[in-house]
């Protein structure tokens, strides 16, 4: 969706805004909002700029910096860290020579340390971009990287 | 051997979530049409007697707030909003009832709005729920194509409409004064209660609040009746209750058991027991905003009566079980590392506080053994006094594993 389809698919109603947030931020390939997005939909919503920048900035799933195509949301709540969630931080650090809140050179990948993701059956679990990893191991986020590479590779 | 009782999880796995014929097949919506045929007050009256409890976490009684946000039937217009952003850690529950049975949801909110003359209605759920989305927006898309919901429902006269609106990784948006601000488009701050959402809630709108679990177990109590909803469960918590048992346990999952089950038969009957076979050291109950329950505790029963008793809380139902080789401190450090990331830094003695437990938790390790002491003294301490003066839950809530920790296993953290 590009911003004028988004804003026709949500009204401007205030209960909306995260929504849109979310879908534009969806929309830009380096899944972040930009300063002129946040004033289109401030425009949109007939409101300050301002208050769209307050909670834009407010909200842990939205970014204010350019981010990877693939945003790795590490779970670090209390089950996960219990079920050994830090050593997977330290082995994306070692597979992509990124820590918790970087991007990787090429752009391809961003490692962030959230809460709790409701997904503690599978702990220590993971989510990348919409879809959900669990039970990791350095096995298998190995091959995970793996796959999403070839996955970008095969789209250029 | 206790085995699982599902009412609520009955159909799940069982019926395709993608299909509302599979709804339908299995009885799905013959709770609606029943209530449509009686009076809206009928549906609260119904309510009230099941005594069904909210399972959101706080378990006020889901039939009071009913009649409060009914108020009086002057004819103004009213919001059903469902609480659908599970955010407690070790819960995951309602994921389980969205991503399985969505229109059990649907139906159950349908059905509440009734009751109190709403024809509006919001499920505000987290946004990393990408597939509890699809699903449920799915499932108002067939609803609505099949006049379960839009204009003179089944046509009984009645009009009712849901959307979905998503969160964005804020905890806090969990408790149902800072969701309703959310859902204004603001930021995550609580907002100072009274009044309570019955009186101002969305838009300063009379607005019922009700969690996922909650209104799951209205089609049931209105196609059955209260006195069958009571069969399960205990006097003062009637019906099932979903548990998230996770941890050290062989087979982590969703438990729908009578309300009242035995923390151990939980744990071993259903969850498979412990990972190493030995006694588990400790039970989280409830998620971060918990209360910790040590072995010699293992026949409770998972009630609010019982566990009120005993000082520690059912919360939303997270189970988390510390192995016997578990080193609690570190359990508790990162109960305060949440607490300290989702404080959203409104009253001063939250924002400040959570900082201070937290570090003063790191330095547990290092430190010696009468050092230990006074330094989870001084966190009790820190931790009493921000639950005193905090506006929302969220600074209330370190004081529970604290307390607890500290009652039951102060020599565990001295030695271990």
């Given at each position: 969706m590009d911003q004028q389809e988004i804003f026709t698919r949500f009204s401007p109603d205030r209960t909306n805004l995260l929504a849109i947030l979310h879908a534009i931020q969806d929309s830009h390939p380096q899944n972040y909002l930009t300063e002129e997005s946040l004033k289109a939909v401030a425009g949109h919503l007939r409101v300050n700029l301002s208050w769209v920048y307050g909670v834009a900035g407010y909200y842990s799933m939205f970014s204010l910096e350019p981010r990877g195509r693939y945003i790795i949301r590490v779970c670090n709540s209390p089950v996960c860290s219990m079920m050994g969630s830090s050593g997977i931080i330290e082995?994306?650090?070692s597979m992509l020579g990124i820590k918790a809140g970087e991007t990787t050179p090429d752009g391809l990948f961003t490692v962030e340390e959230v809460e709790c993701l409701g997904i503690c059956d599978v702990a220590p679990a993971m989510m990348v971009n919409r879809k959900v990893y669990g039970n990791l191991t350095r096995k298998s986020l190995e091959s995970l990287l793996d796959e999403l590479r070839k996955e970008q590779n095969g789209q250029k | 051997m206790i085995r699982e009782k599902r009412i609520l999880l009955r159909y799940s796995g069982v019926i395709d979530p993608w299909s509302i014929d599979d709804y339908i097949d299995a009885g799905g919506y013959r709770a609606l049409a029943m209530a449509l045929a009686g009076t809206p007050g009928r549906i609260v009256e119904e309510v009230v007697a099941s005594g069904l409890r909210g399972r959101g976490g706080a378990g006020f009684p889901?039939?009071?707030?009913?009649?409060?946000a009914a108020g009086k039937d002057d004819g103004t217009i009213r919001y059903v909003v469902c609480n659908a952003d599970e955010g407690e850690p070790g819960t995951f529950k309602d994921r389980a009832i969205m991503e399985s049975n969505p229109h059990l949801l649907i139906e159950g909110m349908i059905i509440a709005a009734y009751g109190i003359g709403a024809d509006m209605g919001y499920i505000y759920i987290r946004g990393e729920y990408y597939d509890s989305i699809?699903?449920?927006?799915?499932?108002?898309d067939q609803a609505h194509e099949r006049g379960y919901l839009g204009n003179d429902i089944l046509?009984?006269?009645f009009s009712f409409n849901t959307e979905i609106r998503p969160g964005a990784g804020s905890y806090l948006c969990g408790e149902e004064l800072t969701l309703l601000e959310s859902l204004e488009g603001k930021r995550g701050y609580p907002r100072i209660k009274p009044p309570f959402p019955a009186e101002k809630g969305l838009w300063d709108i009379p607005t019922l609040v009700n969690n996922v679990e909650t209104l799951a177990n209205l089609p049931g109590i209105i196609e059955h009746g209260s006195s069958w909803f009571r069969l399960s469960g205990t006097e003062r918590t009637p019906g099932t209750k979903i548990f998230s048992v996770c941890g050290d346990v062989n087979r982590p999952?969703?438990?729908?058991?009578?309300a009242g089950v035995i923390l151990d038969d939980l744990i071993n009957d259903l969850a498979g027991g412990t990972r190493d076979g030995k006694p588990w050291k400790a039970v989280l109950l409830g998620g971060a905003a918990g209360t910790f329950v040590p072995y010699s505790c293992r026949d409770l029963s998972l009630c609010y009566e019982r566990l009120k008793e005993q000082c520690a809380t059912l919360g939303s139902g997270a189970v988390i079980v510390a192995g016997s080789e578990r080193k609690l401190i570190l359990l508790m450090q990162s109960i305060l590392r949440f607490f300290r990331h989702e404080s959203c830094g409104k009253c001063v003695p939250c924002r400040i506080g959570t900082t201070i437990i937290h570090e003063q938790s790191l330095e547990i390790p290092g430190a010696g053994h009468e050092e230990r002491l006074s330094f989870l003294e001084g966190m009790v301490d820190h931790a009493r006094q921000m639950a005193k003066s905090s506006l929302?839950?969220?600074?209330?809530?370190?004081?529970l594993p604290l307390e607890t920790l500290q009652r039951h296993f102060t020599e565990t953290i001295a030695t271990e």
């Open positions: 082995e994306l650090d | 889901t039939g009071t707030k009913k009649q409060a699809s699903r449920l927006q799915h499932a108002i046509g009984s006269g999952g969703c438990y729908e058991a009578d929302c839950p969220l600074g209330q809530s370190p004081i």
